[in-house]
């Protein structure tokens, strides 16, 4: 079972949906006494990293979830849920962050080094550039993914991006070291190579 981590700012309705099309069994839930049932968490997001991480610290989950991966529990991030593994995001104003990963959230620039303006957020589909071989990427070569996201993280520790994409800058877009995952995209979202991603997610929390 995954447990899908509910804390108002996630989107759970297809993150669901898409584990039940691959016939998963998963649990949606803030407390971590009904999370302790699965073998492999979800964070989900959407919205704002600073709103996000104080709901998180405020209801004691960001204790719950660090806790869960010092034991060895999978944890996969999902968009704003990929950008608060990291150490520290700009947005609103600097938010330190889960810190399982190395690296900082910040702003598209909206502008080429040559002046020349590009829109801002980052939507729709995007090529999948894979970077380094992991579990969460059995099978896959390449493929398109869909985004949506203003930020991006910024990181030194290349290690860590499993696969990227471009736009305008070389985007994070899916990271992960040890246990811990998370793709920038919505997988939940972005047809064949999104539910591989999902599949290859559940196995790797099968096998724990």
């Not at 669901?16 to 999370?35: G, H």
């Not at 997001?45 to 979830?65: H, P």
């Not at 520290?88 to 889960?98: A, I, M, Y």
């Not at 979202?189 to 997610?201: A, E």
Request: proline share 4%; hydrophobic share 40%; charged share 20%.
């Amino acid at each position: 079972m995954i447990g899908i981590i509910d804390y108002g700012m996630g989107n759970l309705h297809s993150v669901s949906k898409a584990l039940e099309r691959m016939n998963y069994d998963y649990v949606i839930s803030d407390s971590p006494e009904v999370l302790d049932q699965a073998k492999g968490l979800i964070l989900p997001g959407v919205g704002s990293f600073k709103d996000a991480m104080s709901i998180l610290n405020e209801t004691g989950l960001t204790t719950y979830i660090k806790e869960s991966v010092a034991s060895g529990r999978p944890l996969l991030g999902i968009c704003l849920g990929m950008q608060l593994l990291f150490e520290h995001s700009e947005e609103n104003g600097l938010t330190e962050g889960l810190g399982f990963l190395k690296g900082e959230v910040i702003r598209f620039p909206g502008k080429t080094t040559t002046g020349e303006a590009y829109k801002v957020p980052h939507m729709g589909w995007n090529n999948l550039n894979i970077q380094m071989k992991s579990p969460l990427l059995a099978t896959l070569d390449e493929g398109h993914v869909y985004f949506v996201h203003s930020y991006y993280v910024n990181t030194n520790d290349p290690k860590v991006v499993l696969a990227s994409s471009t736009y305008d800058v070389e985007v994070p877009a899916v990271v992960g070291n040890g246990h811990v995952f998370g793709t920038q995209f919505h997988p939940e979202k972005s047809s064949d190579v999104g539910l591989t991603i999902l599949k290859n997610y559940a196995a790797i929390v099968e096998g724990r």
